[in-house]
């Protein structure tokens, strides 16, 4: 079955530094990889995906993630968070098999200090 | 913009009320998604749609909730009856390739 952990729950990171969220992942096969924002109040909204090909993926609002097979991992970086940035990211893998079904990550709540 | 729309919003009931709440896919999507989010829970998995036929429900308590297509324009979640323990975000998303889902912005329910 597939899993996925996101080891941090919170990050506080000050506006204009960087931020990595970490995203490990369970899966037999070649996984398709997401991360996805919500802002409070608000749905997920997706990021960026990876399902083959090179292994960093760029995607909206300056984010981008590296599939690296070895550790089973699909961190997501920016290199200079704004205040915007604060809100909750949810890595999640899916899987051709799976059709459409995503399994999610626990989330890590992201606060950007001034 | 093609969006996933949710209604209502927001939804405050009491405790043995039928909730029924609706999701509108983006037009030509073929799978369907409804997810509910707790504090306590996280994000699951209730159950999902393809080209309107249900493909898994297993996420979903069968006792009192159902869900339905009852065209590829319209999904449906309903509760019958509900309960305090059911307050939550209901997020309904659409998709039509593997893995990328659109999700609406979420109903929020509150039982009393």
Same mark, same amino acid.
């Given at each position: 079955?597939?899993?996925v952990?996101?080891?941090?729950i919170?990050?506080?990171?000050?506006?204009?530094?960087? +931020?990595?969220?970490?995203?490990?992942?369970?899966y037999?096969a070649?996984?398709?990889?997401?991360?996805?924002?919500?802002?409070?109040?608000? !749905?997920?909204?997706l990021l +960026?995906?990876?399902f083959?090909?090179?292994?960093?993926?760029?995607?909206i *609002?300056?984010?981008?993630?590296?599939?690296?097979?070895?550790?089973?991992?699909f961190?997501l970086? *920016?290199?200079?968070?704004?205040?915007?940035?604060?809100?909750?990211?949810?890595c999640?893998?899916?899987?051709?098999?799976?059709?459409? *079904?995503?399994?999610?990550?626990? !989330?890590?709540?992201v606060?950007? *200090?001034? | 913009?093609?969006?996933?729309?949710?209604?209502?919003r927001?939804?405050?009931? $009491?405790?043995?009320? $039928?909730v029924?709440?609706?999701?509108?896919?983006i037009?030509?999507?073929n799978?369907?998604?409804?997810?509910?989010q707790?504090?306590?829970q996280?994000? $699951?998995?209730?159950?999902?749609?393809?080209?309107?036929?249900?493909?898994?429900?297993?996420?979903?308590?069968?006792?009192?909730?159902?869900? $339905?297509?009852?065209?590829?324009?319209?999904?449906?979640?309903?509760?019958?009856?509900?309960?305090?323990?059911?307050s939550?975000?209901?997020?309904?998303?659409?998709?039509?390739?593997?893995?990328?889902q659109?999700?609406?912005?979420?109903?929020r329910?509150?039982?009393?």
């Amino acid at each position: 079955a597939q899993s996925v952990t996101q080891p941090d729950i919170h990050i506080t990171v000050s506006e204009g530094a960087s +931020l990595e969220l970490r995203c490990n992942y369970s899966y037999g096969a070649t996984p398709y990889l997401f991360w996805y924002v919500q802002s409070p109040g608000q !749905g997920l909204q997706l990021l +960026l995906k990876y399902f083959s090909g090179d292994t960093l993926v760029q995607g909206i *609002k300056g984010f981008e993630a590296e599939f690296k097979r070895s550790q089973s991992s699909f961190n997501l970086r *920016k290199p200079s968070v704004h205040w915007s940035d604060a809100a909750e990211y949810f890595c999640a893998v899916g899987a051709q098999a799976a059709g459409n *079904k995503l399994t999610f990550g626990g !989330g890590t709540r992201v606060l950007v *200090k001034p | 913009d093609a969006r996933v729309t949710q209604t209502p919003r927001h939804k405050v009931t $009491e405790m043995g009320q $039928e909730v029924t709440m609706r999701c509108q896919p983006i037009l030509g999507h073929n799978t369907v998604f409804w997810y509910r989010q707790t504090m306590m829970q996280g994000l $699951e998995l209730l159950a999902y749609f393809r080209n309107r036929a249900p493909l898994d429900d297993s996420g979903m308590p069968k006792d009192r909730f159902s869900a $339905e297509m009852p065209d590829a324009t319209l999904a449906t979640l309903k509760i019958q009856p509900s309960e305090p323990r059911d307050s939550a975000v209901y997020f309904c998303a659409s998709g039509i390739r593997v893995g990328t889902q659109y999700f609406g912005p979420g109903t929020r329910l509150l039982v009393l």
